[in-house]
């Protein structure tokens, strides 16, 4: 059971480019979420999906989009990446009343 | 909003006793619990339902103050591993029987370290 699984591990970006962060979840949880982790910021909500169709604002959702691109996928993308971004990101999904995360994304912009 | 955890950081002793502290400026229908470790996830730990329910771990027990929109995790008898940076969600959505959940936001974390 792979639970949620998270593509790239690691990136290292130059400022100005762009790329996409997958993630994918094999639980048939209905809501997916997006974060960032910052040391001494905690773990910031970026976007947040409630259900397959739907996607909404978190609390830092400047200088991102995402694709609910199915039941199972939810897409962060950095349309023009910047130094500010560098950060570890997190997915997570959730069924009930525990949301399962990935193992991360550690995004590096210089 | 992010709700707001005290204290930032907490150093014990094995077989010491411990208190997070987790409040929001807004009303909540729920409040979560989860450790993470170093270089990993974050994990569930328990989740506090508005109305008294709870739901979680053997060990670690919570408090939930509906009207002050506080929670408390308590740490009793230490182990050593114990130690991560235990983070508070909370969660502005009523549940209504269905699957789909709304925002899941969390607070700074609090850094735990347990010596022997």
């Known amino acids: 059971n792979a639970g949620v699984t998270q593509t790239p591990k690691f990136q290292v970006l130059k400022t100005g480019q762009s790329m996409t962060l997958q993630c994918a979840q094999d639980?048939?949880?209905?809501?997916m979420y997006w974060y960032r982790q910052d040391p001494g910021m905690g773990l910031r909500l970026i976007y947040y999906?409630?259900?397959?169709?739907?996607?909404d604002k978190g609390e830092v959702p400047n200088g991102y989009n995402v694709s609910r691109l199915n039941k199972r996928e939810f897409s962060l993308r950095l349309e023009s990446a910047a130094p500010s971004q560098t950060s570890v990101y997190f997915c997570?999904?959730?069924?009930?009343?525990?949301?399962?995360f990935g193992q991360g994304t550690r995004l590096t912009v210089v | 909003q992010q709700p707001v955890q005290s204290p930032q950081a907490v150093i014990l002793r094995e077989g010491e006793d411990a208190v997070i502290n987790c409040s929001s400026s807004?009303?909540?229908?729920?409040v979560h619990w989860y450790r993470q470790k170093h270089g990993e996830a974050p994990v569930f730990l328990m989740i506090?339902?508005?109305?008294?329910e709870q739901k979680g771990h053997e060990k670690i027990s919570a408090s939930f103050n509906e009207k002050k929109q506080q929670s408390s995790l308590y740490l009793t008898a230490s182990q050593l591993s114990y130690s991560g940076t235990y983070f508070c969600?909370?969660?502005?959505?009523?549940?209504?029987?269905?699957?789909?959940?709304?925002?899941?936001?969390f607070g700074q974390g609090t850094i735990l370290t347990v010596h022997p």
């Open positions: 999906s409630a259900s397959e169709g739907t996607t």
């Open positions: 506090l339902l508005k109305g008294g």
């Open positions: 639980m048939n949880h209905n809501s």
């Open positions: 969600g909370t969660d502005s959505t009523p549940y209504a029987g269905g699957t789909s959940y709304g925002k899941l936001t």
């Open positions: 807004k009303a909540l229908y729920s």
């Open positions: 997570a999904s959730r069924g009930g009343t525990e949301a399962f």
